[in-house]
């Protein structure tokens, strides 16, 4: 029995030394590159960024009672973590539009404001988690000064 293990401990160690040194021993079913369940940096510009962005400004727009809709105009910073489908936690900056709620305006129509009375611009701080399979996007946390 004894040195059934000892054996089976020189193979793992031989399998687990020669898998480090292959840089795609590990990563072949993960080819986002993500390690499931780490917080990962992600590129501002990245389409599910700018899509986790704007659920964010919607949910935004929806909780509180300025006349006019805001967009998202900045995104400083994004994390993306894999949580049952994928977790986005973004530093982004919503900027207030020309376009008044009441028009129901697509955002995408909507300019920024110029009049300066107007213009203001907020930073915040979200959640966004996105499970594809249900089709389900929520905005856990939403944090904005
Ligand atoms: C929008 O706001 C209403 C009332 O404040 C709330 O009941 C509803 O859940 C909100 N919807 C979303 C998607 O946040
Ligand atoms: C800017 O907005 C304020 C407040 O609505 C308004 O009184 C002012 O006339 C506007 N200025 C310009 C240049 O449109």
Redesign the pocket.
Known sequence: MRPARALLAFCCLVVLTAGARSPDFCSQDLNSGLKPGFPETIKTDDPGVLAAARHSVERFNNCTDDIFLFKESFVRRALVQIVKGLKYMLEVEFSRTTCRKTSHAQLDNCDFQS????KQTLSCYSEVWVIPWLQKVEVPVLRCH
């Open positions: 009049n300066h009375t107007l």
